[in-house]
């Protein structure tokens, strides 16, 4: 009874140790588990021996990142727009091949760093890559190809792209999709779940269970040797291996879930991990029908919240018949291989129904304190007490929580080669946008800006100011006007911002020679920190800018034109003294911006820079005099009121 408990508190440290990653703060923590599991459980020499364990894998995970060397490259997983390859332990991710088949070989000799869009509370693709221990890309040619390795797995691929549901054939068995509404059910590996049920019933009746369940173990290890092991198809095969080797689940769990992190660390605060044994968790603890099922779609709520910002409440309800409906065209898909007119028909209604569900979704992003809340209100209904209050405290923070926040809020939005920063009011009392640009290879507006605004609960903007017409910083105004109510469109020095702190367009009348020094320039202060974002202005605008101004102070400067030399001259910089220094810049962008020479100016004056293309998404808030800054990749810090 001791050791089952002691197994799961030993995964659950583990899983702990893999998160945190720093290895000192890994080891501090490995000390005082170890104390406790020592005290807890009067086991020391197994204790020693877990703690060994833990910080060696900790140490082996986090060892430095091998660059890849030129040579042949393999591919061994294939999405919609990349491809994965590997050479000996080194993965890249590949981009340009057309038509690709699995074990194509390339020969590779470029790599760039993999550095994309990063948001705060978006899915980061850079971060997703990294996971899976993947930190360069490669652009390759057909001339590169050099031979298609032979395999079952390619040939059944090459067969099964010849069919008439060629999609849903990639998406399901391969995970070659696009986004839609079933894409938590196929992501949480549901279907595959419900087919081994289907077969786990039918085995019973004619073996022990036991054999059962090796032979399902076995069939699993076939599928996705013939397809691929998706992250889900892991998590469910080390669970059918543990439940092989243990017979009391403590020990499955236990077993599966650090075989698990072994296998996939970078996954161990993905959704698709922790949710699964969350559920499983309160499925063997807690024994009430009514409070299980209640329980679970909390957790599936909140997880939905968390990773995704938004729940469907259509999917939510119906969500055990979805998962039986998804599981068994899944099961007919595998039987049809050999008689397609049939998967046909199961679609054709499938599809009718899925098409037909109305559609409600709500949109939150949850911070800390709504996880606490969640904790109390499961306390309260395992405990059999009453749970209306963290209930009603909940609904309230999905709902209203925005209008609730007391902080003034400043959110540069990383859109790459571009600009778009959101200024919002405590309480929601205003909602102002500077520039909303576009991206040639990207529909920044409705991949990045709208759901960004959907999450925080922003259904209307008081103003959007565009500073100049670039595409770069007004290209999204008409399909912005279509997503959210514009109340206010200014796109002229003169007009006058409408909200109820100072907010001003400076330099009205200036001399200028191009679009760019046209650019709207706009200062405005709250709980007394001052911005200034100066567009594309150039170095003769900063000019006319400082004779006109010579008294004006500065804390945080966007500084102009992405950090380019036409822009934020060392006399300029000099003159505003801000304390911080933001550029929203593309990496790798072929204008070569931000400059050296301003980045090096900066670094004299000791002015503080970040840069979207480093750190993501730059969030400043301040309350009473007091402020604060956060980027998409973890760097926090005050600035001096």
């Known amino acids: 009874h001791v050791m089952k408990y002691f197994c799961l508190f030993a995964a659950f440290g583990f899983w702990i140790s893999i998160v945190i990653k720093d290895v000192f703060y890994v080891c501090l923590f490995i000390m005082g588990f170890s104390l406790f599991l020592m005290y807890r459980f009067k086991r020391k020499l197994i204790v020693i021996i877990w703690a060994l364990f833990t910080v060696c894998f900790v140490v082996y995970i986090n060892k430095p990142i091998e660059e890849p060397q030129p040579g042949q490259y393999m591919i061994y997983e294939i999405k919609p727009k990349y491809c994965l390859a590997r050479k000996d332990n080194v993965s890249i991710i590949v981009y340009g091949i057309e038509d690709p088949e699995y074990y194509d070989v390339y020969k590779i000799s470029g790599f760039e760093k993999v550095n994309t869009i990063k948001n705060i509370g978006q899915f980061v693709f850079e971060e997703y890559l990294h996971k899976q221990s993947i930190y360069y890309s490669a652009n390759v040619s057909r001339y590169m190809y050099i031979r298609t390795e032979n395999s079952i ?12 549901h060629v999609n849903f054939y990639l998406s399901n068995f391969y995970g070659i999709r696009n986004e839609d509404v079933s894409t938590i059910l196929i992501n949480l590996g549901l279907p595959i779940l419900g087919v081994i049920s289907i077969l786990r019933k039918f085995l019973l009746r004619l073996f022990s269970k036991n054999t059962s369940e090796i032979i399902i173990f076995l069939l699993a290890i076939l599928y996705g040797s013939i397809f691929t092991f998706t992250p889900s198809l892991v998590r469910i095969t080390l669970f059918l291996l543990g439940k092989i080797v243990f017979s009391k689940w403590e020990y499955q769990l236990s077993f599966s879930t650090i075989l698990f992190l072994m296998v996939l660390p970078g996954f161990a605060t993905e959704f698709i991990f922790l949710f699964p044994v969350c559920a499983m968790l309160v499925y063997r603890f807690c024994h009430d029908l009514f409070k299980r099922i209640f329980l679970i779609r909390i957790l599936l709520m909140t997880f939905q919240f968390i990773y995704f910002h938004s729940v469907d409440i259509v999917l939510f309800l119906g969500f055990s018949i979805l998962r039986k409906l998804n599981s068994l065209v899944f ?13 046909t028909f199961i679609l054709d209604i499938y599809d009718g129904f899925i098409m037909h569900l ?14 606490i809340v969640i904790f109390w209100l499961v306390y309260e209904i395992y405990n059999d007490r009453r749970f209306i209050y963290p209930l009603c405290i909940c609904l309230i923070m999905i709902f209203c929580s925005n209008y609730l926040n007391p ?11 571009g600009d778009c920063t959101l200024i919002v009011e405590p309480f929601m009392r205003s909602a102002v946008m500077i520039d909303c640009g576009q991206n040639l290879y990207r529909d920044n507006v409705e991949e990045i800006i709208d759901p960004f605004l959907k999450a925080h609960h922003i259904s209307k903007l008081d103003a959007l100011i565009l500073t100049h017409e670039d595409f770069d910083h007004s290209g999204g105004l008409e399909a912005l006007k279509e997503k959210i109510e514009i109340k206010q469109i200014v796109q002229t020095s003169n007009q006058k911002i409408d909200v109820d702190y100072p907010f001003f367009s400076l330099l009205e009348d200036r001399k200028s ?18 911005y200034l974002w100066t567009g594309d202005a150039g170095i003769e605008i900063e000019e006319q800018f400082m004779k006109t101004y010579p008294e004006l102070e500065v804390d945080v400067l966007k500084l102009g034109h992405h950090g380019s030399s036409t822009s934020s001259s060392y006399a300029f910089l000099k003159e505003i003294q801000p304390q911080l220094g933001l550029i929203s810049v593309g990496a790798n962008n072929r204008y070569g911006h931000p400059d050296n020479e301003v980045i090096s100016n900066c670094t004299k004056l000791n002015i503080d820079l970040l840069m979207t293309k480093d750190v993501g998404m730059i969030h400043i808030f301040t309350f009473k005099g007091i402020a604060f800054f956060r980027t998409q990749t973890g760097l926090f810090g005050i600035l001096e009121s």
């Open 358 to 371: 109305p559609s409600l979704v709500i949109n939150y992003a949850p911070g800390f304190l709504f996880i």
């Open 153 to 164: 797995k390619n040939d059944v691929y090459n067969h099964l792209k010849s069919r008439k």
């Open 407 to 417: 902080f003034f809020n400043v959110y540069m939005l990383d859109i790459g080669q």
């Open 331 to 343: 099961f007919i898909s595998l039987v049809s291989l050999f008689y397609e007119p049939v998967l």
């Open 513 to 530: 020679n191009n679009e760019n020094d046209n650019s709207i320039i706009s200062y405005f202060i709250y709980d007394g920190i001052q």
